[in-house]
């Protein structure tokens, strides 16, 4: 299932290599997580993959890019992929809940939510936070990340004296 939700964004953002390597990142992430704090593979793969396919909507639509609109958009993108790929019926509400609200913590509360979030602060950490100043990055991975798997890879990624 994993490899059909990648060529489905790989085609929808069609020569966006960025998009695609973002999404592939968190995704590596996201495994990494998994393996130490659970959740369900399929959601947790499909929400990976697909968190930002939004983007290109927002941007089209709205003029920005930013994640309240990616959130707004992204999930009914997701549906329609999920949709022609069978992927599990039962499980695209989960999915479309964490697509919608990745950039919300505090709306959800369940560990695939959290796997994607710290996932994706993990790739994004090094563009919002200034690196030079490790009492800085610290503080920002005790603030930002949801699970201890996050907070440690993000430590092992980000942090000089681990």
Known sequence: MKDKILKEMESYFGDDQKRINHAKRVLGYAEKIMEKEGGDPDIIYASAILHDIGI????????????????????AIAEHLLAGIGFPADKVFEVKEIIGSHHTPGKINTINFKVIYDADWLVNLGDECNLSDEKRVKNAID????????????AETYLKNK
């Open 56 to 75: 290109h909507a927002a941007g089209k639509k709205y003029g920005s890019t930013a994640g309240k609109y990616q959130e707004i958009e992204g999930p």
């Open 143 to 154: 603030r930002i990340f949801l699970t201890q798997a996050g907070k440690n890879l993000a």
